[in-house]
């Protein structure tokens, strides 16, 4: 079996959230929502566990950072193509995200922006030519 990833974000405002990510293309698993949390399903391998603040304190004794005013941690998601990246952000705009935090990153063999969620999370989207990669890299190590 595949390994899953389950990224836990805590949420202010859960429907809001809910409707923000499947704007983006995620399916709620009912099977593991209730009012306090809900599954956002990407993949058969990603998902997103939207917790109420109530609801991830009890898995961390940690203050919840406040994403808006910092970052903790950048999660990157892949793309089927440059057209992908750009059609996830504009999803992300329409839905109410912020667009491109960051700078955006064209190497040609790689293209990637970023969107941040209501609550201030950063994604980015990443597209990579998997083969003109490897010889963008290795023209660099034979240099």
């Given at each position: 079996m595949s390994k899953l990833i389950f990224v836990n974000l805590p949420v202010a405002d859960l429907p809001r959230s809910i409707a923000f990510y499947e704007a983006l293309g995620a399916v709620k698993n009912e099977q593991f929502t209730?009012?306090?949390?809900?599954?956002?399903?990407?993949?058969e391998t990603i998902h997103a566990m939207l917790l109420t603040h109530d609801k991830f304190r009890q898995f961390t004794p940690k203050k919840i950072a406040n994403a808006k005013e910092t970052t903790e941690v950048l999660i990157c998601i892949s793309a089927e193509s440059r057209d992908d990246v750009d059609a996830t952000l504009a999803r992300a705009a329409s839905a109410g995200g912020t667009i491109d935090p960051g700078p955006k990153q064209d190497y040609g063999f790689m293209y990637g922006r970023s969107f941040e969620d209501l609550d201030g999370h950063i994604w980015e989207v990443m597209w990579m030519d998997v083969a003109a990669a490897k010889e963008a890299m290795s023209e660099t190590t034979a240099a």
């Open positions: 209730d009012h306090t949390a809900a599954c956002m399903v990407f993949s």
